[in-house]
Each structure stands twice: as C-alpha cells, then as structure tokens.
C-alpha cells in the first residue's frame, strides 16, 4: 500500500511540473512575440552626452548624464516602419565587429557614439564610434535617427 501511494505521488508531481513547465514556456513565447524593437544611439565625452531611445510611438532624447530630464516626442509610424527597414538592412550577428571609419573619438575630436539593439529580448551593440561618422553599415540608420531628433 505504501508502494502504491508514494508511485501515486511520484507520477502526480511529475505530471504536475510538466504541465506547469509547459505553461511557462508557452507564456515567454507569447512575450517574446508581443515585445517590439528597441534602437537607441547614444554619444558622449567630457561635456556632451547625448541619447536617443527610439521605440514604436516614442522618441525619448536624453541631454544629462544622469538621465533626469527626459525629453519625450511621439514619433509617427512612417518614421518608425524606416528605422525598421533600415534596421532590416543591417545584420545583426555583426553588428559588434563593425570597424569605424575615423578616430576622432580618440583625441576629443568627436564624441564617442554607439548604437545598442534590444530585440526579442536580446541587447546588441555596435562597437565604438565617432559621433555622426558611423561604419558605413550603420551610416543610413544613424542619420535617420539624427534627423528624427532635429525634426
């Protein structure tokens, strides 16, 4: 009897994890479909600081290194579908292995940029470079992100 009740228990656990495993799996899948692309470009030295979050419907630029004063602008559709076109036009896989085309970075010529990828909850970022001098790959990104914070 007691060989009876505790293969009883055992398979209940069991089934009970696996069910809930799957439950888990199934929810992270849905999140990860629901969850959309996030640029930002942010470039920086001694007495400049500059980043752009470009999400969906939002532009968010911050001008502080503490990220205090946020400056917050809906950015319209036709502007995010080119972002994401020219996004498309990128790989990825090597994106940090780009080489920039000039040093002015390295003695305070131009402030250091960078562009950081979040999508389906992987982060990618570009390597180092120049401030508005971006490996060529990225060049008609990052102007295009330039632009939508002039505008």
């Given at each position: 009897m007691k060989l009876f009740v505790a293969c009883f228990t055992?398979?209940?656990?069991?089934?009970?994890?696996?069910?809930?495993?799957?439950?888990?799996?199934?929810?992270?899948?849905?999140?990860?479909?629901?969850?959309?692309?996030?640029?930002?470009?942010?470039?920086?030295?001694?007495?400049?600081?500059?980043?752009?979050?470009?999400?969906?419907?939002?532009?968010?630029?911050?001008?502080?290194?503490?990220?205090?004063?946020?400056?917050?602008?809906?950015?319209?559709?036709?502007?995010?579908?080119?972002?994401?076109?020219?996004?498309?036009?990128?790989?990825l896989k090597t994106l940090p292995n780009l080489k920039s085309p000039t040093n002015y970075r390295q003695y305070d010529g131009a402030p250091f940029a960078q562009l950081t990828i979040i999508q389906k909850g992987d982060t990618i970022q570009s390597s180092g470079f120049d401030h508005k001098y971006p490996p060529t790959e990225l060049k008609p990104l990052v102007e295009h992100i330039l632009s939508l914070q002039e505008d």
């Open positions: 055992l398979i209940a656990l069991a089934t009970n994890c696996n069910s809930k495993k799957t439950a888990l799996n199934n929810s992270n899948e849905n999140t990860s479909q629901q969850s959309t692309v996030t640029i930002s470009y942010s470039a920086h030295t001694r007495g400049f600081f500059q980043e752009l979050i470009l999400k969906q419907n939002s532009l968010t630029e911050f001008k502080d290194h503490e990220k205090t004063n946020a400056i917050s602008s809906t950015l319209h559709a036709k502007d995010w579908d080119e972002c994401v076109a020219l996004l498309a036009n990128i790989n």
